[in-house]
């Protein structure tokens, strides 16, 4: 099963990361990847991940997963392999009782999954997009004092 969710991880990747408007291109980039499949498990996983075609920027039909904000795409790419060792945190930046989280692409409603369901006291909620997550904070709580709670969940410093 690991290497499915590799498999799939590496797939949601490439997709976010790159131009791809047919199956043999995405098949070509997984198999960069160290991933040889068939036609027919691609589907499969394309399928699962709710993968859908749209236009692009300059009007091409590409691959996009579900929720990516109006396709957007990183212009130097890294390989999969390369982005599943990085972590998906980017950023934090506080205003009064708001803190705005950036996350790579497609990271954010996981992370805040994880920061809702963790019980940090001093913060009230969540909204996830795709990359930023929209934190609220309890009136009278230090940009530290939520640093410390996040740091729990993620590496933020």
Known sequence: MKVKNNRMEALKLIISSKELGSQEEVLRELEKEGFKLTQATLSRDLKQLKVAKAASMNGKYVYVLPNETMYKRI???L???EMMQMPGFVSINFSGNMGVIKTRP???SSIAYNIDNSNIPDILGTIAGDDTIFIVIKEGVSEGSVIDGLSN???IR
Do not use: E, N, Q, R
């Open 153 to 155: 969940i993620i590496d």
């Open 79 to 81: 390989s999969a392999t």
């Open 106 to 108: 497609g990271y954010a």
């Open 75 to 77: 212009h130097k790419p």
